[in-house]
């Protein structure tokens, strides 16, 4: 079993940061990659933020230049830094895993972000 914890969203003016954390724990064998995705009202859940176990990154070209992600593969803990966040990053945003072998996919509960204008 496979416990996923995520912390940090919450409300923040535009312009201004947020930094969610997350970590899995329980019986894995191995994470190929790590990321976080977001869920707006109306619409479907898009990746933000991935980082592999090598240390390659991609980003959703709207958050390129403001957001970071970072993970630690030993800890199993991936970290995403929003800065200069806007109102249209307002969303549910949900922590992943991509285990090593033919295995589904790790999913956190989610964290609401509001960006108020």
């Known amino acids: 079993q496979v416990h996923v914890a995520e912390s940090g969203g919450g409300l923040v003016q535009a312009g201004g940061s947020l930094r969610l954390s997350c970590k899995f724990s329980?019986?894995?064998?191995?994470?190929?990659?790590m990321g976080w995705y977001r869920q707006a009202p109306g619409k479907q859940r898009e990746l933000v933020a991935r980082i592999t176990s090598g240390g390659s990154t991609n980003y959703v070209d709207s958050v390129k230049g403001r957001f970071t992600i970072s993970g630690d593969n030993a800890e199993r803990t991936v970290h995403l830094q929003m800065d200069s966040l806007k109102p249209e990053d307002t969303a549910v945003y949900y922590c992943?895993?991509?285990?090593?072998?033919?295995?589904?996919?790790?999913w956190g509960q989610g964290t609401q972000v509001t960006v108020s204008s």
């Open positions: 329980g019986t894995i064998f191995r994470i190929n990659a």
């Open positions: 992943n895993g991509e285990p090593w072998g033919n295995l589904r996919d790790y």
